[in-house]
């Protein structure tokens, strides 16, 4: 089955102590993507990345950090975790980059920051 | 930078009314795809738009694209139950920005 996925689902910690959200897609996929989903606010694009070892910022890169080691795979880090990162977090995918191409988006990801 | 409003915030109708949602930009936008979201569910893409004036058709579902490219909208014909959520517009090639998002009610 055609999917991303992400893990942990739901995930409390505390301050400073560094965590990190996998996303995998398992569709060979170019394009992978961070967004977080704030009430009154929507979703607004963290980081993404073109391929193997390119990634760029979005709108919201502050204390997040991405790599992509492998096309299946676009981890997102939290080096020092602070209360405004609590968020629902979604990893997506699609095919290219470009504007014919839908985003297939994984389960989402609940982080509460204490 | 490149900001796309979406109103209404919220609509409840009664099953079997119509519900419209409008995203509108200052810029001339590239295209717009359309996602659906359930409560507690993720985004799911439905349509996409590309040309200056498009309109295309799912069902009970008309998606239109502004003649400026500046405009879009999501109009749903006799909504059901299961049109209940949030529906979001999205532009972009690489770098996205999503509509705030309309949260559609359908009361039985």
């Known amino acids: 089955e055609a999917q991303v996925t992400q893990n942990p689902r739901y995930l409390i910690t505390v301050t400073g102590k560094k965590l990190t959200v996998t996303c995998s897609q398992n569709m060979n996929h170019e394009y992978m993507s961070w967004y977080r989903q704030d009430p009154g606010l929507g979703l607004r694009q963290i980081y993404y990345?073109?391929?193997?070892?390119?990634?760029d910022k979005g709108d919201v890169p502050e204390g997040y950090k991405v790599s992509r080691k492998e096309k299946r795979n676009f981890p997102l880090i939290l080096e020092s975790p602070s209360p405004n990162q609590t968020s629902l977090y979604f990893c997506?995918?699609?095919?290219?980059?470009?504007?014919?191409?839908?985003?297939?988006f994984g389960p989402g990801t609940r982080l509460t920051v204490t | 930078g490149q900001q796309v409003m979406q109103i209404p915030q919220y609509q409840h109708v009664q099953e079997g009314e119509d519900f419209t949602t409008y995203c509108n930009s200052s810029?001339?936008?590239?295209?717009i795809q359309w996602y659906k979201q359930r409560p507690g569910g993720h985004p799911v893409f439905l349509i996409q738009?590309?040309?200056?004036?498009e309109v295309k058709k799912q069902k009970r579902l008309t998606f239109q694209f502004g003649e400026a490219k500046k405009n879009s909208s999501l109009h749903i014909t006799a909504t059901q139950t299961t049109d209940v959520g949030t529906y979001f517009c999205?532009?972009?090639?690489?770098?996205?920005?999503f509509g705030t998002g309309t949260r559609l009610k359908v009361l039985a």
């Open positions: 990345s073109m391929n193997v070892e390119v990634t």
């Open positions: 738009l590309v040309k200056s004036g």
């Open positions: 810029t001339t936008l590239s295209n």
């Open positions: 997506a995918s699609s095919l290219g980059a470009g504007r014919t191409y839908e985003q297939y």
């Open positions: 999205l532009s972009g090639t690489y770098k996205y920005i």
